[in-house]
């Protein structure tokens, strides 16, 4: 009976728009030009002063350009981080990275324009996106978010994407933390990383190295510090997708990283292979330039967030491996969250022949998940929910965190198809 009227009620399910005030620092000097159009995509070419942040010989404002669908919308907002090596002009003032969906925001990283104008007695700093100067990269990047967030297409409600690869894509996970540090409100607006072949852990892994000591200066590196902030919490509502290499020479891939995922209980999917500093390894069948590991899923700030952990499918290897592979959901029509309860459809799609060495997933895969931003099926601390997985398995569960439910021990057969995981108070039922 319950279970009916939940899905009649997703078919009229009507979702209620966030509302979000615009943060910026009005010290802080931000000048864009007119619109420039072309087929599909109109770029926004702005510049943002940078005064209290360059070298004391030199003056300069870096350039950021805002690269957008002429489609009316609405459009989520990607922050596209460059690598080190990325040409600094053609990076932030090109029309590349257009994206359908997306405005996507290209800022110049802190050694621009040249990465010897900023030598400090004699060393040059290497900030990886990180603390540079100051907040320098934090502030220009969050002004840039703000600037694309005024655009009326832009769906704030969504979230924000950060996005990179290398120096960009350590750069994505750092500013996930970094920036909420210097305005709470545009931390709180992340919804996704996508990291490629980043540092994970890197302020663990970068102490004492004298071009990042000095663009790092005084600061308090737990601000930047993956498991210190995954322990207090400031990570809980961002879903990372990081993929990379323990053969790297180029940076540190730690595969720990999704070890804090799973004690700390972050939404993270995970994949890594032998091949070093590319994305892919050729001959190894995993999706590593998948942003999801289903083609249903996706992540937005204004619903539930799915986190798995603990999966039985993971495969730890020291060479290659996977976090998460195989398990998914599907934000469709039977997402639902409402006053009389959960629906969440999941998935398990065993991977099979991935070759290196890398076992075939399981036929069966159990694991852990907890549904987190549960904002209109009453979750009171105290109270027990009611679960059922399909029609083989259910139970009841007491919710220890406002808006949060978790259950263990989840068992799912590899199918193409979804099953619904629903959830309902006891007290209805």
């Not at 001959?283 to 289903?294: D, E, K, R, T």
């Not at 629906?343 to 895969?365: C, E, F, S, W």
């Not at 029609?391 to 949060?404: L, R, Y």
Request: net charge negative; proline share 6%.
């Amino acid at each position: 009976m319950y279970k009916f009227a939940l899905l009649l009620l997703a078919c009229f399910l009507v979702k209620v728009p966030y509302t979000f005030a615009f943060s910026g620092d009005p010290n802080f000097e931000m000048d864009c030009e007119e619109p420039e159009y072309f087929s599909r995509f109109k770029k926004v070419q702005c510049e943002v002063s940078n005064k209290a942040y360059v070298p004391p010989t030199s003056s300069w404002s870096y350039p950021v350009a805002l690269i957008m669908p002429q489609s009316p919308g609405p459009h989520r907002i990607q922050l596209k981080m460059s690598g080190f090596n990325a040409r600094p002009y053609a990076f932030c003032t090109g029309l590349d990275f257009a994206k359908a969906g997306f405005i996507v925001v290209k800022p110049c990283a802190g050694h621009f324009p040249d990465w010897d104008m900023h030598k400090v007695n004699g060393v040059q700093p290497l900030g990886w996106w990180g603390w540079y100067r100051g907040n320098s990269n934090s502030m220009r990047i969050g002004l840039s978010l703000t600037r694309a967030g005024i655009e009326e297409s832009a769906d704030i409600a969504g979230g924000i994407h950060l996005e990179g690869a290398s120096y960009g894509g350590t750069g994505a996970i750092l500013q996930s933390m970094m920036l909420r540090q210097v305005d709470s409100w545009w931390g709180e607006l992340i919804a996704v990383v996508h990291a490629n072949v980043p540092h994970t852990l890197f302020v663990k892994n970068w102490q004492n190295y004298p071009p990042v000591d000095v663009a790092w200066e005084g600061y308090d590196r737990k601000g930047a510090d993956v498991e210190t902030q995954m322990a207090n919490g400031s990570l809980d509502d961002i879903y990372y997708r990081v993929n990379g290499s323990p053969a790297d020479v180029s940076v540190i891939f730690d595969t720990e990283f999704f070890e804090l995922c799973q004690r700390y209980t972050i939404a993270c999917f995970g994949t890594w292979h032998a091949a070093g500093h590319n994305p892919v390894e050729t001959g190894i069948n995993m999706p590593f330039n998948a942003l999801y590991a289903g083609p249903d899923m996706d992540v937005r700030l204004d619903e539930m967030l799915p986190i798995f952990t603990n999966s039985s499918a993971n495969h730890w290897g020291e060479e290659r491996g996977h976090y998460n592979l195989g398990l998914s959901w599907h934000q469709g029509d039977y997402f639902v969250d409402n006053t009389e309860g959960v629906i969440v459809p999941l998935r398990y799609k065993a991977h099979t022949n991935i070759g290196g060495g890398v076992p075939d997933q399981p036929n069966r895969a159990t694991f852990d998940l907890t549904i987190r931003r549960i904002h209109n099926f009453p979750t009171v601390v105290g109270s027990r929910v009611r679960w059922e997985l399909g029609n083989h398995a259910s139970g009841t569960v007491e919710v220890t965190k406002e808006g949060e439910v978790s259950i263990k021990n989840l068992t799912l057969a590899t199918s193409e198809d979804y099953t619904s995981l629903v959830l309902t108070s006891v007290s209805g039922g």
